[in-house]
């Protein structure tokens, strides 16, 4: 939702760092995902620390796609890398959340993260397959950056279940209305 309405914001303010910046994006966009892992692995052990890893992760998931534009290095592989590396960004998270709950003995936590979890992946992947069919589908409530944000924030304040909660309605809710939005489009083709 954010995501869509301010596509590019930072890419002005950024430009004059993503020009000094002489790592290619795809270099960028590993150690994202590497910080990821570290993310997931501290949630384990520190939930606060592994939230603020979540928010530095989200940094590198942003910066990459700044300096491929800024520098005219964008290509399909360095966004199908990226969007596969996020992928596994984002079950690592659910993951080790719901690894954490299981420790808890908290079934309804670990249940509610792995369905958070299904709901996080069939929101890209509705995406990815609307997209193509031919149809833009950049709708619905929970895209990407609200996720990493409300997740961060979760693990942060520790209100982890409350988040995983909500992040299990609304991110069913955003394929229900990618789907919708896709079945209005297809019909008006």
Not at 8 to 15: C, N, Q, R
Not at 116 to 126: D, N, W
Request: hydrophobic share 55%; proline share 3%; glycine share 10%.
């Amino acid at each position: 939702m954010f995501g869509a309405k301010l596509g590019h914001i930072l890419d002005k303010p950024l430009e004059p760092f993503a020009k000094k910046i002489q790592l290619s994006p795809n270099t960028i966009t590993l150690a994202g995902f590497v910080l990821s892992a570290l993310a997931a692995a501290a949630i384990l052990f520190d939930a606060h620390a592994g939230g603020l890893l979540i928010l530095f992760s989200g940094f590198f998931d942003m910066l990459d796609g700044v300096v491929a534009r800024v520098n005219r290095k964008n290509t399909a592989f360095g966004a199908f890398l990226d969007s596969t590396l996020d992928r596994y960004s984002d079950s690592f998270f659910f993951m080790a959340i719901a690894w954490l709950f299981y420790g808890q003995n908290d079934i309804a936590g670990s249940l509610l993260s792995l369905g958070g979890l299904a709901g996080a992946l069939l929101t890209s992947y509705v995406r990815a397959r609307a997209e193509g069919l031919g149809i833009q589908c950049k709708v619905g409530l929970m895209e990407r950056p609200e996720r990493l944000v409300l997740l961060a924030l979760g693990c942060i304040t520790g209100f982890i279940f409350p988040v995983i909660a909500a992040l299990f309605v609304l991110t069913h809710l955003t394929v229900i209305q990618r789907i919708m939005h896709v079945y209005r489009v297809s019909r008006m083709q």
